[in-house]
């Protein structure tokens, strides 16, 4: 069945540094990406998303590219803040369609710190 | 964007009682609302889709006895924990699409159970 795997946290970066997490995914078929990002006592938000292979995502800073030969939908942002701390949940969905349900990883905490 | 409530955020029930949670879009309509669980430092896992008018349709391992939805209106999905025991401890999430073709899925702030 379809899976996602996502780099296990939790993640501490000083303001202004580099951010990469990594996603990749097992699906049949031609998913689509997303990430979406949970800052505390909040539902989960959609950050950013893809549809297929070679499309970049990107919102916020935050960019995240389709890589169909690897697998992986890896997210980055060039400068991240404090308020960017937050957990980050990478997801797949059968179909572009938002009535298609969700398949997530375990999530990555990140912790900014100024 | 729309917005997705849960009620209660929190609860703690005795082994043994039932417990009710509810989702709500409280901006949009949506005839699909999906239901989610969640361990800790665990990914959410798809419980089961919930369908105005309808039965839900479960998924795989999930007892629909002892997990009770309803869908009773298109803005309303409520879930029961029927006879909870402490291994339904969690944190329940549920979801709901808007409409359109290139729709997208709302989440709720999700709801603690502490069941003792």
């Known amino acids: 069945g379809n899976s996602v795997t996502q780099m296990e946290g939790p993640v501490t970066l000083s303001e202004e540094a580099f951010l990469t997490i990594n996603c990749t995914y097992t699906?049949?078929?031609?998913?689509?990406l997303f990430w979406y990002v949970q800052y505390p006592g909040e539902g989960l938000q959609l950050l950013l998303k893809?549809?297929?292979?070679?499309d970049k995502g990107s919102n916020k800073g935050f960019e995240a590219t389709y890589r169909k030969e690897t697998t992986s939908f890896h997210l980055e942002k060039g400068s991240v803040q404090v308020s960017d701390s937050a957990v980050y949940f990478c997801?797949?969905?059968?179909?572009?369609?938002?009535?298609?349900?969700?398949?997530f990883g375990k999530g990555t905490r990140l912790s900014v710190i100024a | 964007g729309a917005v997705v409530s849960q009620h209660p955020s929190w609860v703690i029930c005795k082994s043994g009682t039932s417990v009710k949670i509810e989702c709500r879009s409280l901006?949009?309509?949506?005839?699909?609302m999906f239901w989610y669980r969640q361990f800790p430092k665990q990914s959410l896992m798809l419980m089961a889709t919930?369908?105005?008018?309808?039965?839900?349709?479960?998924e795989q391992g999930v007892e629909k006895d002892k997990f009770l939805i309803n869908h009773a209106s298109l803005t309303l999905s409520t879930l029961t924990v029927t006879s909870a025991h402490p291994e339904d401890s969690s944190f329940y999430i549920c979801?709901?699409?808007?409409?359109?073709?290139?729709?997208?899925?709302?989440f709720g702030p999700g709801t603690r159970l502490t069941v003792l």
């Open positions: 979801s709901a699409p808007t409409s359109g073709p290139y729709n997208e899925q709302f």
């Open positions: 699906a049949t078929g031609y998913p689509s």
């Open positions: 893809a549809t297929k292979a070679d």
């Open positions: 997801a797949l969905s059968e179909s572009y369609s938002g009535n298609t349900p969700l398949v």
């Open positions: 901006d949009f309509q949506a005839t699909t």
């Open positions: 919930s369908n105005e008018g309808s039965k839900a349709t479960y």
